[in-house]
């Protein structure tokens, strides 16, 4: 079983990764902008009303759509999807699902989809 403090530690090793300030997520700067590869799922839990962190669940980027239903597919007690990542190139991790040696394959694509070149040949 992974945990946010897994999520957080392999993701501050790669180059150039900020740690967002107001909620946990974790980007990459890309020409001056910030570009997130890892978040923390904001989960609908009643209608009408926001969205809360589910401190189970992150988000993480892959490189399409294809992919995420590929590993929706082949693995759904760890992964999976909702309507607002409909055409995202995003895939639901949950956390007790996952081991810590998953979270760094995964975190790793999940970096090498967002950095820029220059940083993307120098990851860790």
Same mark, same amino acid.
């Given at each position: #079983?992974? =945990? ?11 180059? %150039?990764?900020?740690? %967002? ?18 978040? &923390?799922? #904001?989960?609908? &839990?009643? $209608?009408?009303?926001?969205? @809360?962190?589910?401190? %189970?669940? *992150?988000?993480?980027?892959? +490189?399409? @759509? ?10 759904? @007690?760890?992964?999976? =999807? ?8 995003? &895939? ?6 996952? =081991? +810590? ?5 995964? *975190? ?8 820029? $070149?220059?940083?993307? =040949?120098?990851?860790?």
């Amino acid at each position: #079983m992974a =945990t946010q403090a897994d999520v957080r530690r392999i993701a501050m090793k790669f180059p %150039g990764v900020e740690e %967002g300030v107001d909620k946990f997520a974790f980007s990459v700067p890309v020409k001056g902008k910030l570009k997130g590869f890892v978040w &923390v799922w #904001m989960e609908r &839990v009643t $209608p009408k009303k926001p969205k @809360v962190a589910n401190p %189970g669940v *992150i988000a993480a980027r892959v +490189a399409n @759509v294809a992919q995420r239903d590929l590993m929706i597919a082949a693995e759904p @007690v760890k992964f999976f =999807t909702e309507p607002h990542y409909a055409g995202f190139p995003a &895939v639901l991790v949950r956390l007790k699902a996952v =081991t +810590a040696a998953d979270l760094k394959i995964l *975190i790793a694509e999940a970096w090498r989809c967002q950095a820029p $070149p220059d940083l993307s =040949t120098t990851q860790p």
